[in-house]
């Protein structure tokens, strides 16, 4: 009996192909304009990705990172909604769909799908690279203007991922408020920077005014504890670094951690964690120093200690996002 390929491995795979006969000086040159395009000034008034070789090169360096972050976020609020399952997703902005497939990593089955998105080369490429996952058979691409015009119909589950940073003030009120009014739950993905923890709370804030409850990584949905200006709330995932990422980047290590901020939020009633760990646990001798953000609505630390028998030792395997106490997340099985 042959074992489906897990769809982060598939996607790997179907990544790589993309640069078969792309001579590698030529996409590490499409890279660096594309980095330096997404860095400059925005909201952008057209599409960055052009034509295939740039989407072809840009996917191939960025979906592993979008994926490992979307994944991450996806992860921490099915802990916290362990029955529900998405009958139907829209994700916005989506490109080549990393969103999509994060989606499929995270609950079995395939479902209704529509990626959204301006760049029609995005659309293309990410409709090619879906062929190679049975999840996302049902999956729609269509062309469409990301901003206040932007119509979405009815559906169980919106993401957002890296997309907010594009647009503009009013652009992005307008997103949040057509995915807030069409879905029963969002989840909003961001670089974890100031600017975009920045936009995650923006967009947080419109959710609950919109009679959403937050799922993660908040325990609450109350006002954020962090100060502006002073700190901001954001994770890492760990990301596996191809040959075109060490060509760009010049590094030598296997891989790299994407920083990056999120939100996700319901309609419906979900289980947040009771804290969060909101920085990288500091193990001392015989002691672990834990930075959570409680459902008090408070940023404080704790250290747990060897006399803690049990949770000394859930303490030393505790990670930056996991929620705490571990054993308080709402079981669920592995998909």
């Given at each position: 009996?042959?074992?489906?390929?897990?769809?982060?491995?598939?996607?790997?795979?179907?990544?790589?192909?993309?640069?078969?006969?792309?001579?590698?000086?030529q996409a590490a040159q499409a890279v660096e304009?594309?980095?330096?395009?997404?860095?400059?000034?925005?909201?952008?008034?057209?599409?960055?990705?052009?034509?295939?070789?740039?989407?072809?090169?840009?996917?191939?360096?960025?979906?592993?990172?979008?994926?490992?972050?979307?994944?991450?976020?996806?992860?921490?609020?099915?802990?916290?909604?362990?029955?529900?399952?998405?009958?139907?997703?829209?994700?916005?902005?989506?490109?080549?769909?990393?969103?999509?497939?994060?989606?499929?990593?995270?609950?079995?089955?395939?479902?209704?799908?529509?990626?959204?998105?301006?760049?029609?080369?995005?659309?293309?490429?990410?409709?090619?690279?879906?062929?190679?996952?049975?999840?996302?058979?049902?999956?729609?691409?269509?062309?469409?203007?990301?901003?206040?015009?932007?119509?979405?119909?009815?559906?169980?589950?919106?993401?957002?991922?890296?997309?907010?940073?594009?647009?503009?003030?009013?652009?992005?009120?307008?997103?949040?408020?057509?995915?807030?009014?069409?879905?029963?739950?969002?989840?909003?993905?961001?670089?974890?920077?100031?600017?975009?923890?920045?936009?995650?709370?923006?967009?947080?804030?419109?959710?609950?005014?919109?009679?959403?409850?937050?799922?993660?990584?908040?325990?609450?949905?109350?006002?954020?504890?962090?100060?502006?200006?002073?700190?901001?709330?954001?994770?890492?995932?760990?990301?596996?670094?191809?040959?075109?990422?060490?060509?760009?980047?010049?590094?030598?290590?296997?891989?790299?951690?994407?920083?990056?901020?999120?939100?996700?939020?319901?309609?419906?009633?979900?289980?947040?964690?009771?804290?969060?760990?909101?920085?990288?646990?500091?193990?001392?001798?015989?002691?672990?120093?834990?930075?959570?953000c409680g459902a008090d609505e408070q940023?404080?630390?704790?250290?747990?200690?060897?006399?803690?028998?049990?949770?000394?030792?859930?303490?030393?395997?505790?990670?930056?996002?996991?929620?705490?106490?571990?054993?308080?997340?709402?079981?669920?099985?592995?998909?």
């Amino acid at each position: 009996m042959n074992v489906p390929a897990a769809p982060a491995e598939t996607l790997r795979h179907s990544l790589a192909a993309l640069l078969d006969g792309l001579p590698p000086k030529q996409a590490a040159q499409a890279v660096e304009r594309l980095i330096a395009s997404y860095r400059g000034a925005t909201p952008t008034d057209a599409p960055i990705l052009r034509d295939r070789a740039d989407v072809a090169a840009y996917a191939a360096y960025r979906m592993p990172a979008t994926f490992e972050a979307v994944c991450s976020a996806l992860e921490a609020f099915a802990d916290a909604v362990p029955e529900w399952v998405p009958g139907s997703h829209v994700d916005v902005g989506g490109g080549t769909g990393a969103a999509t497939w994060a989606v499929t990593a995270t609950w079995d089955g395939a479902r209704p799908v529509t990626v959204l998105d301006w760049a029609e080369p995005a659309l293309a490429l990410g409709r090619e690279i879906a062929a190679a996952n049975p999840a996302l058979e049902q999956a729609s691409w269509r062309r469409s203007r990301i901003g206040a015009t932007l119509a979405l119909d009815e559906t169980d589950l919106v993401t957002v991922s890296y997309v907010l940073n594009e647009l503009t003030a009013p652009d992005r009120v307008s997103l949040v408020d057509a995915a807030a009014a069409a879905a029963q739950a969002v989840v909003i993905v961001e670089a974890g920077t100031p600017a975009g923890y920045a936009r995650v709370i923006e967009a947080r804030d419109r959710l609950i005014a919109g009679g959403f409850h937050i799922a993660a990584p908040c325990p609450h949905s109350a006002a954020c504890p962090i100060v502006p200006g002073e700190d901001w709330c954001h994770f890492s995932a760990r990301v596996s670094r191809s040959s075109l990422h060490r060509q760009v980047k010049g590094g030598s290590l296997p891989y790299e951690d994407e920083k990056f901020s999120y939100v996700a939020a319901t309609r419906f009633p979900a289980g947040p964690a009771p804290s969060r760990v909101v920085r990288r646990p500091q193990i001392r001798k015989g002691q672990v120093l834990l930075d959570l953000c409680g459902a008090d609505e408070q940023l404080r630390r704790t250290t747990v200690t060897k006399r803690h028998g049990d949770l000394y030792k859930a303490a030393r395997d505790a990670d930056w996002g996991d929620p705490w106490p571990p054993y308080a997340s709402p079981a669920r099985s592995s998909s």
